[in-house]
């Protein structure tokens, strides 16, 4: 049923990322009209390579989609309040086991055709230099721009905490050696992802190039101290921790056995397919910081990468957020604000559909601003209610970025459960239940007239 028409002020979105793409989406499927502003290709950021809106720079992985995981979680959840994010995903996703991955060429175009379809939504390639007046939505992402940065420093009354992110490479298809790689995913289950193995001695000879090689610059944040999101930290990071604690992160050999001779190796290097055709791979937790010619010269340490042809080199960026608990009301709003919301990685959130949570969370807070009705409190048993009721209660002294993870969600009442994967299956289900409670109850911001998903298709 469609509500009834009213005309509403025109609410601006600041950014044109997956938090900024789905908040604008949700408000003009909810007959609001919305311009959105991005400032690419005029003005790039150290990371961006392209024009497009909701291009990804880091990962093609969403990560886990089984309800046995926190992010499989946030995922049924999402897609429950129909997200944008989450259907153009789905459209564009590759193999990857029981991971959700897409083709980011294919998913951002996706994004982009949709969004510059849309009949309510205005798209503005421009930056956004000042905070304009009237509704607005700032998503502007970790890569916010100085000028608006500053803008918004001014805005929230403290300065911006930051941590620095690292891209991981991409390598062609063709050039991984197959007589050195094999195919198969943890444990024996289909085998999207190759793997490159490694003995012990070839091992030791690549961690000691590793934590030897040479980083590059950090350009125009020389004098910041260089702060790492643990969730996210470059490979020669971690593997200056020790010589082994990389075998128990991103080269984890447990789980794989070669099927071509049944060996075990002493560690896995895991490649990930990045585009729909199969051509290219992504090194799997090979975000880095060194040189462009030291990653060619290390990687191709690894047998299978020997002759791989490197078609987009690691970069590391810094990235902006605010202190949540002390900035914002716990509605995404800067505290003392009405009509200003932010979404996005900047409120405090680290990850892809971790940033879509909130642009969707914050769309939703600004249509009920906008229709003067009370603000939705989204369950704190579901993911997104859990992420928002992070933001609003961390200490403010210790915060850092978030993932979702079972450690913010409520325990569960009852016995306790000992194993993992039942544990969270208990806790999809209490999401799962909660979440279609709070749609239900929330009539005047769910029902709405809905675009066909045939709006969002292959272009």
């Known amino acids: 049923m469609k509500m009834q028409t009213q005309t509403y002020k025109k609410i601006t979105v600041i950014g044109g990322g997956l938090s900024g793409a789905e908040a604008a989406w949700q408000l003009a499927q909810r007959d609001f009209p919305v311009r959105i502003y991005e400032m690419r290709p005029k ?11 909701g291009e990804l720079v880091c990962s093609n992985s969403f990560g886990g989609e089984k309800p046995t995981t926190s992010a499989g979680i946030l995922k049924s959840e999402l897609s429950l309040l129909d997200s944008f994010i989450m ?27 949709a969004i510059s379809a ?9 930056e956004a230099a000042e905070l304009p007046e009237g509704p607005v939505i700032i998503a502007t992402g970790p890569l916010t721009s100085d000028a608006f940065a500053e803008n918004l420093k001014n805005l929230v009354g403290e300065d911006f905490l930051y941590f620095y992110d690292a891209v991981a490479p991409i390598v062609t298809l063709d050039s991984i050696d197959k007589e050195s790689s094999f195919r198969g995913n943890r444990y024996g289950e289909n085998g999207d992802y190759i793997n490159c193995p490694m003995d012990e001695t070839t091992y030791h000879s690549f961690w000691e190039a590793l934590v030897c090689a040479e980083t590059a610059s950090k350009h125009s944040f020389e004098n910041e101290e260089m702060r790492h999101f643990e969730g996210c930290l470059p490979v020669e990071v971690i593997a200056k921790r020790g010589e082994k ?19 075990e190796y002493a560690a896995i290097v895991q490649l990930r397919q990045d ?11 090979f975000q ?34 605010v202190c949540a608990p002390k ?5 995404l709003r800067p505290v003392g ?24 969370a914050a769309a939703l807070f600004m249509a009920a601003q906008m229709k003067n009705v009370p603000m939705p409190e989204f369950p704190l048993e579901t993911s997104i209610g859990s992420l928002l009721n992070y933001l609003r209660s961390a200490i403010p002294k210790t915060f850092q970025p978030m993932n979702v993870n079972l450690g913010i969600f409520p325990k569960l009442d009852g016995k306790k459960i000992k194993r993992k994967t039942e544990r969270c299956e208990a806790y999809y289900e209490r999401s799962m239940q909660k979440m279609k409670r709070f749609v239900s109850s929330q009539p005047g911001l769910f029902t709405c007239d809905k675009q066909s998903d045939e709006d969002i298709k292959h272009n």
């Open 118 to 126: 849309h009949p309510n939504i205005e798209v503005i390639r421009e």
């Open 275 to 285: 585009n729909e055709e199969g051509t290219l791979y992504n090194m799997v937790g």
């Open 43 to 53: 003005k790039n950021t150290p990371a961006h390579e392209t024009a497009f809106l």
């Open 87 to 113: 259907s153009c995903a789905q459209k564009s996703r590759v193999p990857a086991g029981n991971a959700l991955a897409v083709d980011r060429d294919l998913f951002s175009r996706l994004v982009d055709s």
């Open 327 to 331: 900035v914002l009301d716990g509605y």
């Open 337 to 360: 604000q009405k009509e200003i919301f932010l979404a996005g990685q900047i409120t405090g959130v680290e990850g892809y559909l971790e940033s879509t949570a909130m642009g969707l």
């Open 245 to 263: 604690t990389l075998l128990f992160g991103p080269l984890r050999p447990v789980g794989f056995t070669d099927e071509k001779n049944g060996r």
């Open 288 to 321: 880095t910081n060194l040189k462009w010619g030291e990653q060619e010269r290390v990687f191709r340490m690894i047998p299978a990468l020997r002759n791989a042809e490197f078609v987009r080199k690691g970069v590391m960026h810094r990235n902006l957020f």
